[in-house]
């Protein structure tokens, strides 16, 4: 339920940072900087979801044990895998989705 109010938070914030716009060249206030952290936020949800999404539909990576945080279109992967070509391949589908930046793989091999 917490997560269902903050995406409902985060929808909103983000809805608001696209609906005002600065007409002037002035710094942005805090109201501003907040909305931009709000739609960063939403950017690197969307990321992390297509990054799940594509690890758990490839056969190689499965992503059962695969967690993946996103900050500033940066990807972290960490978790365990059973094989090097599991983990060289997540690196992999990581890097091929839109909007990925680079890839932090900490995946570990399970023994």
């Not at 269902?4 to 608001?16: F, Q």
């Not at 940072?17 to 900087?33: F, L, V």
Request: charged residues 25%.
């Amino acid at each position: 339920m917490k997560y269902i109010a903050r995406w409902i938070l985060v929808a909103m914030m983000g809805a608001a940072a696209a609906a005002c716009s600065m007409n002037d060249e002035k710094a942005a206030g805090p109201a501003e900087e907040t909305a931009a952290n709000a739609g960063r936020v939403v950017d690197d949800s969307v990321i992390t979801g297509k990054v799940k999404a594509a690890l758990v539909a490839d056969p190689t990576t499965k992503a059962h044990q695969i967690t993946v945080e996103t900050f500033k279109g940066v990807v972290q992967l960490s978790g365990f895998v059973d094989t090097s070509e599991a983990r060289s391949r997540a690196t992999q589908v990581a890097q091929e989705v839109e909007g990925v930046k680079s890839v932090k793989n900490e995946l570990a091999l399970r023994n």
